[in-house]
């Protein structure tokens, strides 16, 4: 049958491909640390190699490990890009082509049901109108088409009795079956595997494999292409056509699997009687032979590819599907299922609900229930006595104490608040990214979808544990009664989880290859924020370039906007204003009367009452040693306006001003890091390697 005849007739070429792995110094010495030995600046893979694809044909990649197997099946999906990017080439009717990628090892969300699996990819998938697939269930429109569609599959892959089990309760076998389920709902014009059978039995591979290849013979077909390794004679006559790779990234065969042992001893290399032939292949691509019998091999291939055709050829990846993704209605079932993903992780919802809940009360218990009464204002007595000032001085050791041990603990509660978002997420998003890569590239969503979906079902939990711990820990330690005071530390807390959780996000989006990593690394970035807040050293005492950088820090903002909220606006109160006028206006009288018996009594009575300036002198004395009875009896601090501020606001020169001005930055940092989270998604979502 004729390309030209048949619309659904195609071939995939790929001519003189090469792929290059590159290393920069980063990544030979993070390599290098890893363990790896010799680790080169480039390597290359796969040698200037040809070969082709036929639609309605299953076709196998084999040979040893690390021939390229992988690479190639990468290159065609458009994970990798090759050296030329020109290289793969696609030649038929179809407008467009619908490629599916199944790897190795498939992501699965074990909380989730088959069946909830299965609805979820119809779906994503079907979310676009697609002719070809909904021919065969006309009529159908909303959840009637999904389920209809799921049945189908099911009952063709043999999942009936497992559709409500949840994933991680199912054989291997069944979750192979499930990965190439989600993709056939959609039913691709290519399917493409690595390693279906890597971890079957052989009974259960053959099966797999019996209904790949039944899917070539359905109408329209499917093209199945995949890796395999070391199929057993049944498994291998089951392909119309085998491609081996040799350890050198050349090819040495392709042509029919029924064919191999005639091609070698036409080549003068012969297959022992009763050998499978598929192990023998792959042992001479692997130069258990010796290397001559490889470069004969490839001399004999390199002969027989055929010339590329000119005539309506086009760049495979320029006629790939790029759906138009309905951006809300993929968002809503995203949504769904994130939500379902988070309640269902059980272990996860009771220890963070164990950790706000338990650490609200043991600090509160830890940190007394007075704490919180700590205020930084001096305490000043009724009247001035001899004891005035060493009073005062015990007053105010003991209130600085309680002050520290306050904000100590509000401080403690912020990095829960940050930690207790970022570590979660930075453990589950590994995981839920790789599985989001994979379904982007097998177009069934956008990335953008798929980001918000995953913030929103988490954002309940992110206002809901702060307000919980904030409660408890403000009733308990008897902070300021005042509800305004209370709903600001709130909102300060609220958006310190919310940056924790971008930060953790971001983290397990560029750490998404390895789990550990992305859990050291967002702590270590909330302890160096640390550093530019002005907890360890005042921003006042930092040199100039590190003053410039901590204004980055939203961890500054989230410190000093606490520090206005509990101990600003008034909160030392009127009364202590009019005790502290009441007695200004007592020492200055008493002071100002000494001192001008002194001076009259050393310059004559006539000076004392004259405008001179002799009376401008008394006066000024008597300033100074008002303001020195006054920090004596306990007044050292006051704010812009005259009125008596708390000391940790003085310390900081903190006024209540910048309160305001904290909370809009913080505000612009949550959208920042939430930015910042998206677009280092969509770039790891883009790279190719």
Request: hydrophobic share 40%; charged share 20%; net charge neutral.
């Amino acid at each position: 049958m004729s390309t030209e005849s048949n619309p659904e007739v195609f071939h995939v070429f790929w001519d003189q491909l090469k792929y290059t792995v590159r290393n920069n110094f980063i990544q030979r010495k993070i390599r290098a640390m890893e363990g790896s030995k010799n680790v080169t600046a480039s390597k290359t893979i796969l040698k200037e190699i040809s070969g082709q694809i036929h639609s309605g044909e299953m076709t196998a990649l084999m040979g040893p490990s690390g021939a390229g197997k992988s690479t190639l099946l990468e290159i065609l999906v458009g994970i990798r890009r090759p050296d030329k990017p020109n290289n793969v080439m696609f030649r038929g009717k179809n407008s467009q082509i619908d490629i599916a990628f199944i790897p190795q090892n498939d992501e699965y969300f074990d909380d989730l049901t088959v069946n909830e699996t299965l609805i979820f990819a119809s779906k994503l998938k079907n979310a676009t109108i697609n002719e070809k697939h909904r021919e065969l269930f006309k009529g159908l429109t909303g959840s009637a088409y999904h389920e209809a569609v799921i049945k189908d599959v099911c009952q063709r892959l043999g999942l009936e009795q497992c559709r409500n089990v949840q994933v991680k309760r199912i054989s291997g076998g069944q979750k192979k079956r499930l990965s190439v389920a989600q993709e056939l709902v959609s039913k691709p014009d290519i399917l493409i595997l690595d390693e279906p059978t890597s971890g079957l039995d052989s009974t259960t591979a053959f099966k797999t494999m019996t209904f790949l290849a039944s899917l070539t013979r359905e109408n329209p077909p499917i093209t199945v292409v995949c890796t395999i390794h070391q199929p057993n004679p049944e498994t291998f006559n089951l392909f119309d056509r085998v491609y081996v790779l040799s350890k050198i990234g050349k090819c040495i065969y392709e042509g029919k699997a029924t064919e191999i042992v005639e091609y070698l001893k036409g080549l003068d290399i012969h297959c022992p009687n009763f050998y499978n032939p598929a192990d023998y292949i792959v042992e001479l691509a692997a130069g258990e032979y010796g290397i001559e019998a490889i470069d004969k091999l490839v001399a004999a291939h390199e002969l027989q590819v055929p010339m590329m055709p000119i005539r309506d050829v086009r760049k495979l990846k320029k006629i790939t599907v790029k759906s138009k993704h309905p951006f809300f209605r993929n968002f809503f079932t995203l949504y769904h299922r994130s939500n379902l993903i988070l309640i269902r992780d059980k272990l996860l919802m009771k220890m963070r609900v164990a950790t706000y809940i338990g650490a609200a009360f043991f600090l509160s218990y830890l940190y007394g229930t007075d704490v919180g009464k700590a205020t930084g204002c001096p305490a000043l007595e009724g009247q001035l006595t001899g004891d005035t000032a060493k009073n005062a001085m015990k007053a105010g050791i003991k209130e600085l104490k309680s002050l520290s041990e306050n904000m100590s603990l509000i401080l403690i509660s912020v990095l829960m608040m940050m930690l207790g978002t970022l570590l979660p997420v930075v453990i589950t998003t590994p995981h839920e990214f790789s599985k989001a890569v994979k379904e982007k590239w097998n177009n069934w969503y956008g990335i953008g979808s798929f980001h918000l979906g995953m913030v929103l079902s988490d954002l309940p939990f992110e206002l809901f544990f702060p307000t919980i711990y904030l409660t408890i820990i403000y009733i308990l330690t008897e902070q300021a009664p005042d509800l305004w005071r209370y709903l600001t530390l709130l909102a300060i807390f609220v958006t310190s989880a919310l940056i924790g959780y971008s930060i953790g996000m971001t983290a397990g989006t560029v750490f998404m290859d390895n789990i550990h990593a992305a859990i050291v690394f967002g702590p270590i970035v909330v302890l160096t924020l640390i550093l530019f807040s002005g907890l360890v050293v005042r921003i006042q005492l930092m040199p100039l370039p590190l003053q410039i950088l901590s204004k980055f820090d939203f961890l500054r903002y989230v410190t000093e906007g606490l520090m206005i909220a509990l101990y600003g606006f008034g909160r030392c109160g009127h009364d202590n204003d009019d005790k502290v006028e009441s007695m200004k206006r007592t020492v200055s009288a008493m002071i100002y009367n000494f001192l001008s018996i002194v001076e009259k009594e050393t310059n004559g009575e006539d000076e004392i009452f004259g405008e001179g300036d002799n009376k401008v002198g008394v006066k000024n004395m008597t300033d100074v040693l008002v303001q020195t009875v006054m920090v004596g009896a306990g007044v050292r601090y006051t704010d812009e306006n005259g009125k008596i501020a708390s000391s940790l606001l003085s310390f900081f020169e903190l006024y209540d001003e910048y309160l305001y001005y904290c909370g809009v930055l913080l505000i612009v940092n949550v959208i920042a890091y939430r930015l910042l989270a998206y677009i280092v998604m969509i770039w790891k979502s883009k790279a190719r390697r």
